[in-house]
């Protein structure tokens, strides 16, 4: 019984934060110099990014450590190096 109300209890929470607009904070990431901070889009790619900004997929990798742009979406934040 104290997993389902562990669920219950779990999802209302969520459901509240949800509804009251509530956020996670965001925090500020530091990109190294030549570099700035870039929220992903609706539509974004690595590929479209980098070549919005006159780099290479590969640039992208090296600027964020452990980026895997097969899994990439709305709202993360990476590093992208600065548009020419």
């Excluded at 509530?22 to 925090?27: A, K, L």
């Excluded at 590929?47 to 979406?73: F, H, M, P, S, T």
């Amino acid at each position: 019984m104290l997993p389902f109300f562990l669920v219950i209890a779990v999802s209302l929470l969520l459901l509240f934060r949800i509804l009251s607009g509530g956020s996670v904070p965001e925090v500020e990431l530091k990109c190294p110099d030549g570099s700035e901070a870039y929220g992903v889009v609706k539509g974004d790619s690595c590929w479209a990014i980098a070549e919005r900004r006159g780099a290479k997929v590969g640039d992208l990798e090296r600027l964020n450590e452990g980026l895997d742009c097969n899994l990439l979406g709305i709202g993360v934040r990476m590093c992208v190096p600065m548009a020419n």
